[in-house]
Structures are given as structure tokens and as C-alpha cells.
């Protein structure tokens, strides 16, 4: 199957500082979305994004599918932005692999 | 915002009972799905449902699991008898295709067994 790594595992942020969260992966796909997991293990989509560039207020990703990357950016960060951030790929048929997560730590 | 939606929260049940999780997908949506998620770990595929039928199913969808369709809105995973190790989140997701397409999720069912 396709793996997926996340890096890196954990993050402490400043509440304003910028971040960038990396997602590889070992074969192509034609879905890839990042989720926010909240202290509550709710799974909330952030994005849909097998390849370009989406923004989403302070969010931001971009996924090079032929490098088989994707990235995700955090700016001004805040408090509400502490969990896991989850990356998930898939090559068909709604099968998402997820990635082993990014904790994030926003200290005010 | 249409949501998949999830029943119970959260259930504790003893070793050897079955239990049902329910799901309510996205109207519009074909494709229906569960999720597991361990305590501190990532979460996984357990298997994907199209047109009333197992479309595709993991290693750990073994015979103690099953998943049905009772009537036009719900979509049911059934756990015949829990054992220690089903202790976890289960989601429930739903997608309008199975390829390349949002797949969106629900709130989750935390499931105890003791």
C-alpha cells in the first residue's frame, strides 16, 4: 500500500509564529486532504488537495503530486490551532491512508 | 454545511456483547466508509461501501465485523462480539464518488469495551 510519512512528529509553536508541516508519499494518488484532529478526536477537513494550491484564512497547502509531496502552512498561530494534524492519500475508491500525525502545540 | 453524523458519542460495553454504531452520510453521497482510530495512534481503513455492497475491506474487517444499509439514510457497523482490543474511535465517513472526491467525516463513536 501507499505510505505516507508526516514531519515533523511533534511542534511547539508560539501563539503568531508561522509553521510548515510536510506530508510525503510513496506513489501517486488522486486524493489527498489534511485534517485538523481537536482535543475533542473530532476530524475536521481542512483540505482537499491532490495537487496545487489552496488557501483557507491562515491555512494554506500545496501539493507537488509529481515529487509526491504536500505541505501545509500555518500562520499567525493561534491557541485553537493545538492538535493533530492528520495527512491522508488515496489511489482510489475512497481508501484514504493516513499519515501518523503532527502534533501541533500553540502556547499563548 | 451537510454533515455525516454519528450515534452513540461515545458507548462502553462489556467483553463478548455486540454492538451497532450509526451513521447518518451526506444525502447526495454513494460511497460510505468506516474508520478506526486507537488511542495515540493513526487512523485506519476498515472498509468502503457502494450500491449495497462491500466495495473494498481492510485486514482488520475480519468476520467479526459487518456493515449494512437498513434503509435510505443509515449506515451501520456491527461489532458481533467486542473484544478488548475494539476499544477506539470509529468513524463514519461518506464521499459523492469513490475517486477523486472529499471524503468527509463524521464526529466519531468512542467505543469502551471492558
Known amino acids: 500500500g501507499i505510505q505516507v510519512e508526516q514531519s515533523p512528529p511533534d511542534l511547539i509553536l508560539q501563539e503568531g509564529a508561522n509553521s510548515t508541516l510536510r506530508c510525503n508519499f510513496s506513489?501517486?494518488?488522486?486524493?489527498l486532504q489534511w485534517f485538523h484532529q481537536n482535543p475533542w478526536g473530532q476530524l475536521i477537513n481542512l483540505f482537499y488537495i491532490p495537487s496545487g494550491t489552496k488557501q483557507n484564512g491562515r491555512l494554506s497547502a500545496t501539493t507537488v503530486a509529481t515529487e509526491r509531496y504536500s505541505l501545509l502552512y500555518i500562520s499567525s498561530s493561534q491557541t485553537t490551532d493545538s492538535g493533530v494534524y492528520f495527512c491522508a492519500v488515496g489511489g482510489g475508491w475512497g481508501k484514504l491512508q493516513f499519515g501518523a500525525g503532527t502534533q501541533v502545540v500553540v502556547t499563548p | 454545511e451537510p454533515e455525516v453524523t454519528q450515534t452513540p458519542s461515545h458507548q462502553v460495553t462489556q467483553m463478548g456483547q455486540e454492538v451497532i454504531l450509526r451513521c447518518v452520510p451526506i444525502s447526495n453521497h454513494l460511497y460510505f466508509y468506516w474508520y478506526r482510530q486507537i488511542l495515540g495512534q493513526k487512523v485506519e481503513f476498515l472498509v468502503s461501501f457502494y450500491n449495497n455492497e462491500i466495495s473494498e475491506k481492510s485486514e482488520i474487517f475480519d468476520d467479526q465485523f459487518s456493515v449494512e444499509r437498513p434503509d435510505g439514510s443509515n449506515f451501520t457497523l456491527k461489532i458481533r462480539s467486542t473484544k478488548l482490543e475494539d476499544s477506539a474511535m470509529y468513524f463514519c465517513?461518506?464521499?459523492?464518488?469513490?475517486?477523486?472526491?472529499?471524503?468527509?467525516f463524521g464526529e466519531g463513536s468512542w467505543l469502551t469495551v471492558v
Open positions: 506513489d501517486s494518488v488522486n486524493n
Open positions: 465517513a461518506s464521499s459523492p464518488s469513490g475517486t477523486a472526491d472529499t471524503i468527509y
